[in-house]
């Protein structure tokens, strides 16, 4: 009985073997983006700043970004989705919403590929909203009257 487990686990570890091997030997993406983070700095309330994060095919197969998603509903991340050839040139843009989000914010967007050394990249946007002017945008405040007592 012994003899038929080891003989089972060889004939497992050389299936993985040939698996990995046969992996190998097909052309493999290779994705390389020149930053991974961005900081805004500030930025004025109610805008909404966008940045390009570009990346590069460096591999020999075709690169495939297979979901791209932000970690808050405030961050809108745009991408390719048609395949990007070896050599080519592509890039995710990030747009963050600043409206009603004063104060300082540090945001990350994951990034699935076909890569098979960098299956999830995370890029990260940051900086800090700052209100506008309160000269350019003056505030009303209520009138009281006088109350008179007799």
Known sequence: MKKLWLVLFAMMIA????????KNNLPQPDIEFKVLEHDFGQVKEGTSPSFDFVF???GKGPLVLTNVRASCG???????????????????????NTK??????????TVQTNDPDERLVVLIIKGNVVRG???ETPRKMPVKSPVRRE
């Open 133 to 135: 002017n309160e000269k």
């Open 100 to 109: 009603g989000r004063p104060g300082n914010f540090h945001k990350t967007i």
């Open 56 to 58: 590069t095919n460096k």
């Open 15 to 22: 299936a993985i073997g040939w698996a990995q091997a046969k």
């Open 74 to 96: 405030c961050t809108t991340p745009h991408w390719p989705r048609e395949p990007i050839m070896p050599g080519d040139t592509a890039k995710i843009t990030a747009v963050y």
